[in-house]
């Protein structure tokens, strides 16, 4: 018994120093004299002090990066550091990990907390974060309660609610697409089922949840002059609509928090939220106290995530058996082609059927269809993944209801013999409610219809803890549908006890 009590001190004492121990300090020369080699130089778990300014005015900013960049990114054609110096700001850049996630970012970034107020001897200090950033914060304020030392956190372009990116990155036959996007596997926790089932619950409840304190940057733009962005905003925007190549406008919405802008005000893609010269113009007015006050109008509460709804049918190369078919009456639709080959896209259709190119960007194609028959073949000379889309179609609407713990599926519009669409769902074990990877159980279920309520329904009430992902398929002889989305059993209640090991062992993406 002693030995155990002596061990469990030990462990106890172990945690705590590993906690404490001091990141790596770099100290800077004043932005004139910062030269593009710098980020040849940038490691992780490490804190860049930036020159104290003449003018120093008792404000300290601390710059945090995303999922997968360090503070390079501050430091290549961006002025935050000259704005921010110039006007008498004492600033840090601090690097916590490049694609560990949240989770580990959180704990680093804390601990950066301390060393920096302590540093130059402030009681708070501002955060500008930009992408996985924000949910970093999020991290070190409310699981390492740092929330007393931190006065505003701005984030720019986070995706609170998860990206639509992670979402099919979870299903094999869409591998080779999201690995064009730059993301590794660490996914499976910024898919938008996670966040909204866990991630929100976990920190929108805490009881030190501070939304005042978060001020939103939110883009809506992607251009074809950044290949990666449109092509990872080209798969955003079929299922979240308006995004900035990765985040969704919807999902940069932190319930209750301050919006410096509405949707599709702000034309920045991902990369360019995170400039200086773009942003710093909105941001110095609220660090010096000069902005007005929030209304409580522009204090949004975010979307209702647990609907997913499609108009579109989605395909791919390596299904040979898959049938592609215009709704009935209907002879037209947008078809969107994301290709592996570089190379020009050729598309081969059968008799009766015309394609227009509408645009073609790289990996990324699309096409206005013009079909006399429902059923469509082609050929082409890539690898694909593909969606039919039909704007003028039957809406399938996926609503995770918590109260019934059940998935329903139910249409937009009244639907004839709707009780005979076939409905599957391929369901997939991907994790357990950490986000730790499992052993992967696939089975596929139909689901039940409730005519009464004249839905479809799936019971979750036979899945065990953890995170699941779901690929339904409606056919109906008038249409069909499908959806990527998933679901998680549990939530984090009472994490904060879990052993710091599993807590580092978490990923989430951007």
């Not at 074809?224 to 985040?247: E, M, P």
């Not at 509405?262 to 609220?286: F, M, R």
């Not at 329903?408 to 669409?421: A, G, H, L, S, W």
């Amino acid at each position: 018994m002693k030995l155990k009590l002596l061990l469990f001190y030990v462990l106890i004492v172990f945690s705590k120093t590993i906690l404490s121990q001091d990141l790596n300090e770099v100290h800077l020369d004043p932005p004139e004299n910062i030269t593009p080699s710098i980020t040849e130089t940038i490691e992780q778990s490490t804190i860049h002090y930036g020159a104290t300014p003449q003018n120093y005015n008792g404000e300290v900013i601390l710059f945090t990066h995303g999922f997968s960049a360090l503070t390079q990114l501050y430091f290549s054609n961006n002025k935050f550091y000259e704005q921010a110096y110039n006007d008498g700001y004492q600033v840090a850049f601090v690097s916590t990990t490049r694609g560990d996630g949240m989770w580990k970012n959180g704990e680093i970034l804390a601990q950066s907390i301390d060393q920096i107020c302590d540093k130059f001897k402030v009681k708070q200090l501002n955060i500008i974060a930009h992408s996985n950033g924000g949910k970093a914060s999020e991290v070190a304020m409310y699981k390492y309660d740092k929330n007393d030392k931190v006065k505003r956190v701005f984030a720019l372009g986070t995706p609170f609610w998860g990206t639509y990116v992670a979402d099919i990155s979870q299903f094999w036959w869409f591998n080779w697409l999201w690995k064009h996007t730059g993301l590794n596997e660490g996914t499976a926790t910024s898919t938008t089922y996670y966040c909204r089932d866990v991630i929100r619950p976990y920190f929108d409840n805490h009881p030190n949840n501070d939304p005042e304190k978060f001020y939103i940057v939110g883009g809506s733009s992607f251009s074809r002059a950044n290949a990666l962005f449109y092509f990872s905003g080209s798969i955003v925007k079929i299922a979240q609509g308006s995004n900035d190549g990765i985040a969704a406008y919807s999902s940069t919405q932190r319930p209750n928090g301050n919006y410096l802008f509405s949707k599709d005000k702000l034309h920045l893609d991902h990369a360019e939220v995170a400039e200086g010269q773009k942003v710093w113009q909105h941001i110095q007015p609220i660090l010096s106290g000069k902005a007005p006050k929030f209304k409580s109008s522009e204090k949004k509460v975010a979307n209702d995530f647990s609907i997913v709804k499609s108009n579109y049918q989605i395909f791919y190369s390596d299904n040979k058996y898959d049938e592609l078919k215009l709704d009935k009456n209907n002879k037209r639709g947008l078809l969107t082609f994301f290709h592996k080959s570089d190379n020009k896209f050729a598309i081969k259709s059968s008799e009766n059927t015309r394609f227009k190119r509408l645009s073609r960007n790289k990996n990324v194609s699309s096409f206005n269809i013009y079909s006399e028959n429902r059923k469509l073949s082609m050929s082409t000379n890539s690898k694909y993944v593909g969606f039919l889309t039909q704007s003028e179609g039957v809406n399938m609407i996926y609503k995770d209801d918590k109260i019934s713990n059940k998935i329903n599926i139910y249409f937009d519009r009244e639907i004839n013999n709707i009780q005979k669409t076939e409905i599957n769902a391929i369901i997939t074990k991907k994790s357990d409610i950490t986000g730790k990877s499992t052993s992967e159980k696939t089975i596929v279920r139909a689901l039940n219809y409730d005519k009464l309520k004249n839905k479809f329904y799936l019971d979750k009430s036979e899945f065990d803890k953890g995170v699941y992902t779901v690929h339904i398929t409606a056919i109906h002889d008038d249409f069909k549908r499908n959806i990527i989305s998933g679901f998680s059993v549990g939530n984090l209640k009472g994490y904060t006890s879990v052993n710091p090991k599993d807590i580092n062992n978490l990923n989430n993406s951007f």
